[in-house]
Structures are given as C-alpha cells and as structure tokens.
C-alpha cells in the first residue's frame, strides 16, 4: 500500500489520531469512539497492522492495538505530532 492509500481514507486516519493521542486502544474501544462496528474496525486495523504501522496484542479474547516501533510508524506519529500544533 502506498503511503497516500493509507491518509485517503478518513477512518484510517481517525484511528491514526485516536492512537496517536491514546496510545493504546482495543479493538472494541476503537469502534466505539468512530461510531462503527467491531469488524469494520477490525479490518482497518488489520491493514494498519499489515503495513506495520500498528502493533497487536492478545489478552484473551481481546485486540489491543498501538504504533510500532518501525520508521515507517514513527513517520506517522511524528506527522501527526506536528499536525497537531
């Protein structure tokens, strides 16, 4: 995916800041606060993850999701940081 795939969707980048401001948010917290359902979300995230944007965490049965430690992850959160000025 390219990196204009990734900001030209919305939803995706209301994850992004979501993330960005929260740090770490499941994958049911996520939903809530987009007002969408869980797998729509999901599959957002999935993508995010794909691309090693974002970072996934089992405990049980629940998603946990965060930035990465990669460039291409810290890329974002450094756009996002200035954005935010």
């Known amino acids: 995916m390219d ?3 990734v900001f030209c969707s919305k939803t995706r980048m209301r994850i992004l800041k979501l993330l960005f401001k929260l740090g770490q948010l499941n ?3 996520l939903a809530h606060k987009l007002v969408a359902n869980y797998v729509t979300t999901l599959g957002y995230l999935s993508l995010l ?3 090693g944007i974002v970072t996934e965490r089992l405990s049980g049965k629940t998603r946990f ?3 990465t430690k ?3 992850a810290q890329a974002f959160m450094k756009l996002l940081e ?3 000025k």
């Open 70 to 72: 990669t460039l291409k």
């Open 3 to 5: 990196f204009e795939d």
């Open 27 to 29: 994958t049911s917290d």
């Open 65 to 67: 999701f965060r930035f």
């Open 49 to 51: 993850k794909s691309e």
């Open 82 to 84: 200035e954005w935010e």
